[in-house]
């Protein structure tokens, strides 16, 4: 009974360790500018995009990339990190801003109804939806060197309810999330109710396991690697042990060359070879062991005559 809880703990570990390192897609946006980001059926429904790789972003930046939601699909739009240097008193008409078109189009209107259009500080609102299956993100910075981190966004495809067996429903809305979004440790419901404790680790015991994770490929690496060492050692013992038996037989046979050749020593020897080859193919015993066996066996009647 044991045995099997214990074969149970360690299945859940495997599947809790494949789980984190298939991971949410993160994309840079300024590596796909003009590019349209596609989310397929049966991948992730999800993706974290970041403005840039860098620590600051640059002057003088104009970058577009379109997002797509599965078909029937729409989208929702989470900002996870802010920083964008603008000015927020002039409607970010002058500095560094962020625009997020509501469709698949630079002229449609702003996902942001009720704010304005561009945003250049943290919004208040952090989450918002889309109306369609697309949005555009816009990214403009001006040619100063005032410059931020930029911005991270989440972004997960939903339908509305009534939801597939192979989705969940954001518990406060009726909104129908891919399945495996429930409890990755990625906050996708507006409401959080797909991570929700205690269905769900806390953040604690997920980063507690990507450290076992961690702690478990290094092991198998350094098995690995002592394994590899091991056999090399092996294989190099053998090869020295088989040039010191082939240096016995040469020492051997130079023996017998260098003796009188007495025809009763001559005879011993060719009786001796007769029996052992006999042996060797009633045993099927390769030659080069005879060979060897032969030296060990014959160097001591001859060094008696
Ligand atoms: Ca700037
Ligand atoms: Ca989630």
Redesign the pocket.
Known sequence: MDFKREIFIFVTFIILCLDSIFSLPEYFMEDHCTQTLTMNYGSIEAVRIHLTKSKRYGENMGCSMRVEAPEGKLLIIRFEDFDVRGIPDLMCQSGDFVEIFDGSSEIAAPILPGLPRRLCSSPEQKIFLSSGRHLIIRFISDTDMIAGKGFRLLITAFSIAPCSDAQLQCSGSGLCLQKK????????CPDES??ALPKCLSTAAIAGIAVGCGIVLILIIVAIVIGIICYQRKKRARIIKRAVQSRHVCEYKTSVQSQPTSPDVIMRTRDTFKEHERQRQLEKIPSTYWEIRLSQVEITPITDI
């Open positions: 979004l429930e409890c990755d440790g990625e906050i996708n797909d991570e």
